[in-house]
T-cell receptor
């Protein structure tokens, strides 16, 4: 299992600004995933972050808008850049502790509201 | 592309009644399927996976490849089962999970 801490838990942001979300895991993990959950929608994968390599982005998500850092095996950040009201969402960090098990452990999420 | 459909956004049943949350998927290969649950004020967590063929908290789910379904069932619902339930699919060899839109289950006393 894994315990994941995400910061901030919520924030209200102005249009055009950027916000960085931090994800700290209590154990070393290879795979970290960033999901977005827009109001009333399902979880959509933004990108997969492996330590020591560039993040892999899903269709519709680009590095300029959602830059990700993965400096070590226990930490990652996701930045939401140049925010607009459409970016208002819950952003979730998750990890897979085994290899390809499909069992994900999730953070509590960061609820962003963009005015 | 993989797709997971949960046709019911909301489902309400009485305590003690059977409950079935529907999940259909679209994937040409052999999938791995999961049910995740989010209780009020808790984080999303794995409930069960088809490959384990286990019963968790009285819930079971059977993969029906012919109907491309993975419905979640429990014979006698309990109030503590009230939660948001997500069906998820993992393509063979892939790293990511694709989630359905979720079903909010409410168990009435």
């Amino acid at each position: 299992s894994a315990v994941i801490s995400q910061k901030p838990s919520r924030d209200i942001c102005q249009r055009g600004t950027s916000l960085t979300i931090q994800c700290q895991v209590d154990s070393q993990v290879t795979m970290m995933f960033w999901y977005r959950q827009q109001p009333g929608q399902s979880l959509t994968l933004i990108a997969t972050a492996n330590q020591g390599s560039e993040a892999t982005y899903e269709s519709g998500f680009v590095i300029d808008k959602f830059p990700i850092s993965r400096p070590n095996l226990t930490f990652s950040t996701l930045t939401v850049s140049n925010m607009s009201p459409e970016d208002s969402s819950i952003y979730l960090c998750s990890v897979e502790t085994g290899w390809n098990t499909g069992e994900l452990f999730f953070g509590e999420g960061s609820r962003l509201t963009v005015l | 592309a993989q797709r997971v459909t949960q046709p019911e956004k909301l489902l309400s049943v009485f305590k003690g009644a059977p409950v079935e949350l529907k999940c259909n998927y679209s994937y040409s290969g052999s999938p791995e399927l999961f049910w995740y649950v989010q209780y009020s004020r808790q984080r999303l967590q794995l409930l069960l996976r088809h490959i384990s063929r286990e019963s968790i908290k009285g819930f079971t789910a059977d993969l029906n490849k012919g109907e491309t379904s993975f419905h979640l069932k429990k014979p006698f619902a309990q109030e503590e089962d009230s939660a948001m339930y997500y069906c998820a699919l993992k393509a063979r060899g892939a790293q990511k999970l694709v989630f359905g839109q979720g079903t909010r289950l409410t168990i009435n006393p």
